[in-house]
């Protein structure tokens, strides 16, 4: 028996936190290592983290619910905004976009599955599950910005927040422009759209 394979339970026994943690790293480490997600194989996930499949199978169904879970653990707890400002609270936020600090492997992976979620609707569909907490809480610090009168009465939120996260996660995962730091492009990005979405921006094409 495998070093993290766990002997059979009894009924109500809590399950190895070890064997968890074992095949979700698995997993993970094939995706940085460029296993194609449509390559991927309970077996190879299987024989990387020391386990049967019958181990694997009594924690998820199959491949696409361990996918999901695995690149769920990627994206770290999203701050907590501070409300002294929506120009600060934005640039903690989108500090996080795409960073590798939440993950050293999220820079090996992402360009990997971003044309794996075009295929399919199910994994898109995913995704968007994993991510939609963090993007709450900027789509949140935007509403706050109108509510107070930071930012202008008539802004498209969904469209700011598309256009604040997308520069950056495109840059950070696919290194578009080599010429562009990723790391200072929060405060950039935030400071560039602010001329036009600050309320001061409404006097100024008034005027």
């Known amino acids: 028996m495998s070093a993290v394979e766990e002997a059979p339970r009894a009924p109500g026994r809590p399950r190895s936190l070890r064997a968890d943690e074992a095949i979700i790293s698995a997993t993970l480490d094939l995706l940085a290592e460029g296993t194609p997600m449509e390559a991927l194989s309970i077996e190879s996930i299987a024989a990387r983290a020391g386990v049967?499949?019958?181990?694997?199978?009594?924690?998820?169904?199959?491949?696409?619910?361990?996918?999901?879970?695995a690149l769920a653990t990627l994206k770290s707890p999203a701050p907590e905004p501070t409300g002294r400002s929506v120009r600060e609270d934005l640039i903690v936020m989108l500090s996080q976009v795409g960073s590798g600090r939440q993950d050293p492997r999220l820079g090996k992976i992402m360009p990997c599955i971003i044309p794996h979620l075009a295929r399919s609707e199910a994994h898109y569909q995913a995704y968007q599950d994993i991510i939609e907490p963090r993007r709450a809480k900027v789509r949140e610090i935007l509403q706050r910005g109108v509510a107070t009168g930071e930012l202008r009465a008539d802004l498209d939120v969904e469209l700011a927040l598309t256009v604040l996260i997308g520069p950056i996660l495109v840059q950070r995962v696919m290194r578009w422009h080599p010429g562009i730091d990723a790391d200072k492009m929060p405060e950039q990005v935030v400071d560039l759209l602010l001329a036009g979405m600050s309320s001061d921006s409404v006097a100024r094409d008034d005027g």
Do not use: M, S
């Not at 049967?52 to 879970?69: H, M, N, V």
């Open 52 to 69: 049967g499949k019958a181990t694997i199978y009594r924690r998820w169904p199959g491949k696409e619910a361990l996918l999901r879970d």
